[in-house]
């Protein structure tokens, strides 16, 4: 075709790093390595973080993208010492705990379905708060306990609804969704920031 670009190779690299402020853009980078072609990104940052986290003094708050969202990255990463704040894509289904065992029949290991982008789904949630973000308004942020992934059942997630409110208190965009897995979990006000720390990596790779 004229005009076409020649087809180059792309590589796709994992960055794992230490954002030590809670403002800013300084980020200090640990490990950025190469994702060869015999593992996948999830396996690259499990294998990173493991590796890491030997070297740390405190158990660390890692923070990931929608791509880690997911019972594969959980699965993978359950031995390792950190905490895991991961967005969620909208279209994910999870699971709420089992029931208790009717004591008939195989034991059932999941409970009911939650559609996070159907709200008919949605049972009360254990929490919900509504806080003022002096740079983008206010906020209602919701909490779910003790909720999983189909193939990762035995490793209980915290669900986080962060949803942006206009001046009438209605929604304003598609809600922000995240799961925390993790020791002691921050208070619920605390995660809208903790979560957009992680943009400060975007320097780091435009950089890089």
Not at 47 to 60: A, D, I, N, S
Not at 79 to 106: C, E, F, Q, T, W
Not at 167 to 184: A, F, R, Y
Request: proline share 8%; charged share 20%.
């Amino acid at each position: 075709m004229s005009g076409a670009k020649p087809v180059t190779l792309g590589q796709g690299y994992s960055t794992i790093a230490v954002i030590p402020e809670t403002s800013g853009s300084w980020v200090l980078p640990l490990l950025h390595e190469r994702i060869t072609s015999f593992e996948n990104p999830i396996q690259k940052a499990a294998t990173q973080l493991k590796l890491v986290c030997k070297h740390l003094p405190t158990r660390p708050i890692s923070l990931w993208d929608s791509e880690y969202g997911c019972a594969s990255f959980i699965n993978q990463s359950s031995d390792i010492a950190a905490d895991k704040l991961m967005r969620l894509r909208p279209n994910r289904v999870i699971y709420g705990a089992p029931p208790p065992y009717s004591g008939k029949g195989r034991p059932r290991s999941h409970g009911d379905k939650f559609k996070l982008n159907d709200s008919t789904t949605w049972w009360t949630p254990n929490e919900t708060i509504d806080i003022d973000e002096p740079e983008i308004g206010r906020l209602s942020i919701r909490l779910w306990c003790n909720l999983h992934f189909q193939q990762s059942q035995t490793h209980a997630m915290n669900l986080i609804q962060v949803q942006r409110l206009d001046e009438s208190g209605h929604p304003k965009h598609q809600p922000l969704w995240l799961g925390w897995v993790g020791l002691e979990m921050p208070a619920l006000s605390s995660f809208w920031p903790l979560y957009g720390r992680r943009f400060a990596i975007l320097s780091l790779v435009s950089f890089c």
